[in-house]
């Protein structure tokens, strides 16, 4: 019972991250450019994205910790790690895009934002095929 109880927890909180991430692409970022003007939803994003990758490194730990620790398929093990890694990464470059877009570097900005969009489809495809891997 407590063993079973324990794997909803898990899957409750992998869905969790995929639902943080489906949250942000469906409701945050299209209100921000419709509604606010250029000034603001800069320093918006620039408030919210670290939170965001940082909500779902921490959202990916659990779940690491359980593939590393008790029997599970390689399968989820390497996705937990792919998805742990990918939130870092997403976390790590927000100061890089921040810089390039403060200095007109359009191709590293560019180069850095294609990563970011990368790491959240990543985490997004890896947590949905973990949560029906446990």
Request: proline residues 3%.
């Amino acid at each position: 019972m407590c063993a079973l109880f324990g794997m909803e927890i898990l899957k409750l909180t992998i869905i969790f991250q995929a639902g943080i991430v489906l949250t942000h692409l469906a409701l945050t970022t299209p209100i921000i450019f419709s509604v606010l003007d250029d000034e603001s939803s800069s320093k918006f994003l620039r408030k919210i994205f670290p939170r965001y990758y940082l909500g779902l490194l921490i959202f990916s730990f659990p779940v690491l910790i359980y593939a590393l620790f008790n029997e599970t398929t390689a399968y989820v093990w390497y996705l937990s790690i792919f998805n742990a890694i990918h939130a870092a990464i997403g976390f790590i470059v927000i100061p890089a895009t921040n810089a390039a877009r403060d200095r007109d570097w359009s191709k590293t900005f560019s180069y850095l934002h294609g990563l970011s969009v990368y790491c959240t489809a990543v985490i997004f495809i890896s947590s949905i095929l973990i949560f029906f891997s446990l």
